[in-house]
Each structure stands twice: as C-alpha cells, then as structure tokens.
T-cell receptor, first 114, second 114 residues
Framework: GENVEQHPSTLSVQEGDSAVIKCTYS??????FPWYKQELGKGPQLIID?????GEKKDQRIAVTLNKTAKHFSLHITETQPEDSAVYFC?????????????FGTGTRLTVIP | DAGVIQSPRHEVTEMGQEVTLRCKPI?????LFWYRQTMMRGLELLIY????????DSGMPEDRFSAKMPNASFSTLKIQPSEPRDSAVYFC????????????FGPGTRLTVT
C-alpha cells in the first residue's frame, strides 16, 4: 500500500517568513495530493490540493508543488501569520473505480512566532 | 451547508462498555469515511462507504469495532466492548465523487475509556 512520509515534524518561523513542509510517497499510482490544516480541538480542514496532471498550484499565500518523477510534493506558506499556527497534514490517494481512500503523513506542527 | 456533523463531541466511558459514535455527512455526498487519530499512530482510516455500502474495512482494528450506514445521511461506529487503548479522537469525513474526491472532516469525537 501507499506510504507517505512528512518532514519536518515541527517547524517554527518568525511572522512574515516562509514555511515549507515536504512529503514523499511510495505508490506511483497516486494521483491526488491534498493538504489539511488542523487547529486545536478541530477536525482537519482541506486547504489546498493538487492532481498529478499539474506541477504547481497557488492560492493566495499558499502553494503546493508536485514532482511525480521523484514522488514528492511540498506545501509553501509565504508571509506567515500567527493564525497559520496549526498542524499540517499531507496525504496521497489514487482515484479509480471503487477506491477513494487517502493515506496521511504524520503531520507538521507549525508555530509562527509574532 | 452545516458540514459534517458528529456526536457526541466528547465521550467518557468505562472499560467494557459499548460506545456508539454518530455521523451525519454533508448532504448529497456519496462517500463516508471513519478515521481514528492518536499521537502514536496519527490519522488512520478505519472504514469507508460508497453509496451506503462498505468498500474497505481493512483498517478496523478488530472485531470489537463495527460500522454501519443505514442511509445516505447517517452512519455509526460502534465499539463493543471498549478498552482503554481505544481512547482517541474519531473523525468522520465525507466526499462527493463528481466534485473531485475532496474529503471534508467533521469536528471529531474525543473518546476516553477508563
């Protein structure tokens, strides 16, 4: 089955700096890569996703890049703000008939220092 | 839309008791997922349904766990008998095939078994 590894496990940045979180996956059949943000006491919230037919996707201060050859993808947050502090999870999945499950990384706790 | 609704939000029970967790997916979604989150194991997929039919229950830890989806708007996860190692946060998520498989999570149920 799919194995997703995520690094780093913790990340502290100064407000205004950029943060980068990296994930690798093992199954070359994976074609969908979402990122989730989880705040304390809440469920994971989908913040951005990318599919295997594109290499990069941006949404305001958040961007995700995908390198299918190397089987890795990354989340980039620019101009970080204190409200970006949370745990971020990457995931990978392959969408085919009858299969719709995601495999999650172990999470990165991001702290933005004011 | 109200999003995915889970109840109860917190459950404290004694070892050996039966526990039932409930989930109402987003209206119209055709996939429903049950996850368990712990510090040690992260986010684990337990089981998922498509159009009320269980598709993959390979993540269910043992026979003490069972899940049902009697209709498109309701699902239950039951643990009988419960054990202290079942203490975790249980999340329900739903997705819609035609919108691209994005999964939307509920707020979770924090289960404590003493």
């Amino acid at each position: 089955g799919e194995n997703v590894e995520q690094h780093p496990s913790t990340l502290s940045v100064q407000e205004g700096d950029s943060a980068v979180i990296k994930c690798t996956y093992s199954d070359s059949a994976s074609n969908y890569f979402p990122w989730y943000k989880q705040e304390l006491g809440k469920g994971p919230q989908l913040i951005i996703d990318i599919r295997s037919n594109v290499g990069e996707k941006k949404d305001q201060r958040i961007a995700v890049t995908l390198n299918k050859t190397a089987k890795h993808f990354s989340l980039h947050i620019t101009e970080t703000q204190p409200e970006d502090s949370a745990v971020y999870f990457c995931a990978a999945g392959s969408y085919q008939t009858g299969a719709n499950n995601l495999f999650f990384g172990t999470g990165t706790r991001l702290t933005v220092i004011p | 839309d109200a999003g995915v609704i889970q109840s109860p939000r917190h459950e404290v029970t004694e070892m050996g008791q039966e526990v039932t967790l409930r989930c109402k997916p987003i209206s119209g979604h055709d996939y429903l997922f049950w996850y368990r989150q712990t510090m040690m194991r992260g986010l684990e997929l337990l089981i998922y349904f498509n159009n009320n039919v269980p598709i993959d229950d390979s993540g269910m830890p043992e026979d003490r766990f069972s899940a049902k989806m009697p209709n498109a708007s309701f699902s239950t996860l039951k643990i009988q008998p419960s054990e202290p190692r079942d203490s975790a946060v249980y999340f329900c998520a739903s997705s819609l095939t035609t919108s691209g498989f994005e999964q939307y999570f509920g707020p979770g149920t924090r289960l404590t078994v003493t």
